[in-house]
């Protein structure tokens, strides 16, 4: 079956770095996705993996391992408006978007 | 700015009742998704399309659901009898997907709030 585990909730310091890890397990995989959703608000690409090793944009970072079916989120420098929902999404063999349940994170000063 | 337009933005109405949400995908895009998001479920996929064409609507009860493009610039998404339990978030959401490759992003629109009574 298809599986994606993250964890439900994380708190973190501003200023401080936070990982938010993903695994999965999918009927194949062409890559992994990382969205974030604040509250009320609708999901908004942050970044893909299709190969091993680190994406970095700005603050954020993300890494991938496809034999361990291991990816992660690293967020830097945190700030009070990162205060929201991460979501893993990772594309399978029939090029179907498998949703992780999101892992809010919660800022605090 | 292009964006993603979905309209209404919230709907309440009675059980029984036929609900129709619409959805504009950002302009040039070919692939369209409308997902619904509950508290319980998360993210789920109901219908995407592809040039117009469906593609999968297996997330989508068939029996009261039904998601159309009557053309590039409108998506519909359809309940008909709409029940308590089809309260959720509808997003929908456009990318773009040349050749054999695939949609890696897709950009969603604010989503309709549905609240059936």
């Known amino acids: 079956g298809q599986n994606i585990d993250q964890p439900t909730e994380m708190t973190a310091t501003e200023g401080a770095i936070v990982q938010i890890n993903c695994t999965y397990q999918t009927s194949g995989f062409y890559g992994l996705s990382w969205y974030q959703q604040h509250d009320g608000g609708a999901p908004t690409f942050l970044s893909y993996?299709?190969l091993d090793g680190l994406e970095e944009t700005g603050r954020f970072s993300s890494f991938l391992s496809r034999s361990k079916g291991y990816s992660y989120l690293l967020l830097k420098e945190l700030q009070m408006k990162d205060s929201a929902s991460y979501l893993c999404a990772v594309m399978d063999s029939n090029y179907q978007l498998i949703w992780g349940a999101g892992t809010k994170l919660i800022i605090k000063p | 700015d292009a964006r993603v337009t979905q309209t209404p933005r919230h709907k309440v109405t009675e059980m029984g009742q036929e609900v129709t949400m619409r959805c504009q995908p950002i302009l040039g895009h070919n692939t369209v998704f409308w997902y619904r998001q509950t508290m319980m479920q998360g993210l789920e996929l109901l219908a995407y399309f592809r040039n117009r064409a469906p593609l999968d609507d297996s997330g989508m009860p068939k029996d009261r659901f039904s998601a159309e493009m009557p053309d590039a610039t409108l998506a519909t998404l359809k309940i008909q009898p709409s029940e308590p339990r089809d309260s959720a978030v509808y997003f929908c959401?456009?990318?773009?997907?040349?050749?054999?490759?695939?949609?890696?992003?897709?950009?969603f629109g604010p989503g309709t709030r549905l609240t059936v009574l």
């Open positions: 993996n299709a």
């Open positions: 959401a456009s990318g773009l997907t040349l050749g054999g490759d695939l949609t890696d992003t897709q950009y």
